[in-house]
């Protein structure tokens, strides 16, 4: 099965950037779709970004368009999450996903097989 080891995240104020990656490895030639997603305490988990490995083609939730890109490096299957004008609310864990099946075109949510262990982003006012 697919396995997603992520890197990246810590600590910045509002208005800063970082950067956060998540490689693939096994099997990946069967992954559809690749993903971001976070969940704050108390809140339930959310999509932020998405990308479809055919075509390339990012999706965004409303509230980091703008903000944040996603990208796919598909030779050394890493997933990206490059995320400028940070504010508070971005405050979260944030998870790698990848599917064979999910469809993820216009969409960043989506019941996602392969998860990675999350890293920490925190944004100080």
């Known amino acids: 099965q697919v396995q997603l080891v992520e890197s990246g995240g810590g600590s910045v104020q509002a208005g800063g950037s970082l950067r956060v990656s998540c490689a693939a490895v096994?099997?990946?030639?069967?992954?559809?779709?690749m993903a971001w997603f976070r969940q704050a305490p108390g809140k339930e988990r959310e999509g932020v970004a998405a990308i479809y490995r055919a075509t390339g083609n990012p999706y965004y939730a409303d509230s980091v368009k703008g903000r944040f890109t996603i990208s796919l490096d598909n030779a050394k299957m890493t997933l990206s999450l490059q995320m400028n004008n940070l504010k508070p609310d971005d405050t979260a864990m944030y998870y790698c996903?990848?599917?064979?099946?999910?469809?993820?075109?216009?969409?960043?949510?989506?019941?996602?097989?392969?998860w990675g262990q999350g890293t920490q982003v925190t944004v100080s006012s």
């Open positions: 996903a990848a599917d064979s099946w999910v469809n993820c075109v216009g969409r960043v949510g989506g019941p996602y097989k392969y």
């Open positions: 096994r099997y990946t030639y069967r992954t559809v779709c």
